[in-house]
Nanobody, 121 residues
């Protein structure tokens, strides 16, 4: 019903920056809330950041607060700064019309296929 596509992943050195983008097949993301999750090899998927449909509210995991920024324009973006090797993971964009800001995977109905981020040292 709703298709999400992530882009912007790649290889970056420790301390570098990368900007991920999430695009929808729909006309606009509004009023969908959007979250970013990541999954490192051999680990469970974890919450990274989320933004409300209005863009007024956002939330961040403790591990990325102050380094990552989520924003809404024509697409939803995740700006990642001061990257660390522990940030290496596949990053997923998720969306749902029925939530404001949520850090729970089960609150999101629509998911992209992910984009891989590798941080080298």
């Amino acid at each position: 019903q709703v298709q999400l596509v992530e882009s912007g992943g790649g290889l970056v050195q420790e301390g570098g920056s990368l900007r991920l983008s999430c695009a929808t097949s729909g006309r606009t993301f509004s009023p969908y809330a959007v979250g970013w999750f990541r999954q490192a090899p051999g680990k469970q998927r974890e919450f990274v950041a989320a933004i409300s449909g209005s863009g007024r509210n956002s939330a961040y995991a403790d591990s990325v607060r102050g380094r990552f920024t989520i924003s809404r324009h024509n697409m939803v973006h995740l700006a990642m700064n001061s990257l660390k090797p522990e940030d290496t993971a596949v990053y997923f964009c998720a969306a749902d019309i029925g939530v404001g800001v949520s850090d729970r995977e089960s609150d999101y109905d629509y998911w992209g296929q992910g984009t891989k981020v590798t941080v080298s040292s």
